[in-house]
């Protein structure tokens, strides 16, 4: 755990493990994840004693949150891992409009490479997106303010809104949202605003069929409504990476799916992306 603490890299962890300790890869492997779960533990301790959250709280006691402007349904909530389930999130305007802005800009998703944990091209996500900076304009400014008080979760610790379109055939395949601790790539953005606590997707438009977010761990799909959102929180209740969360967005077999995505992390975030 020390070496780990002191930013050793996985790969010189496993090194050290298989080459000089004697242990089996899987062994190995398996060691460097507890450990990283340990750290991610201890850093949640000491905010607990602080008084601090650790991931974004909603209340979910009644059917119903007010905001500013308006009443937001909840439609179904799920334990483990914690999801929820919105409508009235956006108007129709509001998600006509970030459909526009975003198409003045858009252009190839990209995923974080696990090794370099730089921005890059691949097959697993097929669809075409845009960044906007945090309260780059009015409408993101007032969308990023509501979300804040749904989620109890300041602005500054969130990235940038993204919106994203899928056409037929595109999606995005399993995957986590979450940092992975254990790969190099990931202390690039672990450094600029910790880990990735909660995701919080918006629908901007309605899908005559498939484009749903899939939980396959809990057996779960969510169907894209236009104004409507789903909330999942990317950490467990201590602080760890919920492997539970595993999630796709799945092909769109008829129609064009627009989502806008915002990413909380778990302290303020240099980067506005």
Same mark, same amino acid.
């Not at 890869?25 to 398996?30: C, G, P, S, T």
């Not at 108007?91 to 252009?107: M, N």
């Not at 974080?112 to 409408?139: C, M, N, P, W, Y």
């Not at 790969?183 to 690039?188: L, N």
């Given at each position: 755990?020390?070496?780990?603490?002191?930013?050793?890299?996985?790969?010189?962890?496993?090194?050290?493990?298989?080459?000089?300790?004697?242990?089996?890869?899987?062994?190995? @492997?398996?060691? %460097?994840?507890?450990?990283?779960?340990?750290?991610?533990?201890?850093? #949640?301790?000491?905010? *607990?004693?602080? +008084? =601090?959250?650790i991931r974004p709280v909603i209340d979910i006691t009644s059917n119903s949150l007010k905001v500013d402007d308006r009443c937001i349904s909840i439609l179904m909530t799920c334990e483990k891992p914690h999801i929820v389930f919105f409508d009235n999130v956006l108007s129709e305007t509001e998600c006509d409009e970030l459909i526009a802005l975003a198409e003045e800009r858009i252009?190839?998703?990209?995923?974080?490479?696990?090794?370099?944990?730089?921005?890059?091209?691949?097959?697993?996500?097929?669809?075409?997106?845009?960044?906007?900076?945090?309260? @780059?304009?009015? %409408?993101?400014?007032?969308?990023?303010?509501?979300?804040?008080?749904? #989620?109890?979760?300041? *602005?500054?610790? +969130? =990235?940038?809104?993204?919106?994203?379109?899928?056409?037929?055939?595109?999606?995005?395949?399993?995957?986590?949202?979450?940092?992975?601790?254990?790969?190099?790539?990931?202390?690039?953005?672990?450094?600029?605003?910790?880990?990735?606590?909660?995701?919080?997707?918006?629908?901007?438009?309605?899908?005559?069929?498939?484009?749903?977010?899939?939980?396959?761990?809990?057996?779960?799909?969510?169907?894209?409504?236009?104004?409507?959102?789903?909330?999942?929180?990317?950490?467990?209740?201590?602080?760890?990476?919920?492997?539970?969360?595993?999630?796709?967005?799945?092909?769109?077999?008829?129609?064009?799916?627009?989502?806008?995505?915002?990413?909380?992390? =778990?302290?303020?975030?240099?980067?506005?992306?």
């Amino acid at each position: 755990m020390i070496n780990a603490a002191r930013g050793c890299s996985r790969g010189n962890l496993l090194s050290d493990l298989t080459q000089k300790g004697g242990f089996a890869l899987e062994v190995a @492997e398996q060691a %460097i994840e507890d450990v990283w779960d340990d750290i991610a533990r201890c850093t #949640t301790i000491s905010k *607990i004693i602080k +008084g =601090e959250s650790i991931r974004p709280v909603i209340d979910i006691t009644s059917n119903s949150l007010k905001v500013d402007d308006r009443c937001i349904s909840i439609l179904m909530t799920c334990e483990k891992p914690h999801i929820v389930f919105f409508d009235n999130v956006l108007s129709e305007t509001e998600c006509d409009e970030l459909i526009a802005l975003a198409e003045e800009r858009i252009q190839r998703s990209q995923v974080v490479d696990a090794s370099s944990g730089d921005s890059a091209l691949h097959g697993a996500r097929t669809s075409h997106g845009a960044f906007f900076k945090r309260q @780059e304009s009015e %409408i993101i400014t007032t969308i990023e303010k509501r979300l804040t008080q749904i #989620t109890h979760w300041p *602005i500054e610790y +969130g =990235e940038g809104l993204q919106v994203m379109r899928y056409q037929i055939g595109e999606e995005y395949k399993t995957h986590y949202d979450w940092f992975d601790p254990s790969k190099t790539g990931s202390s690039k953005h672990l450094s600029q605003g910790g880990q990735r606590v909660g995701t919080f997707i918006m629908y901007l438009s309605n899908v005559d069929q498939g484009g749903g977010t899939r939980f396959p761990h809990v057996g779960l799909e969510v169907r894209p409504k236009k104004g409507a959102a789903v909330f999942f929180a990317n950490v467990t209740g201590n602080g760890v990476p919920d492997r539970q969360t595993w999630h796709a967005g799945a092909p769109v077999i008829s129609g064009v799916k627009y989502i806008a995505t915002k990413w909380m992390r =778990e302290s303020t975030n240099q980067s506005s992306r």
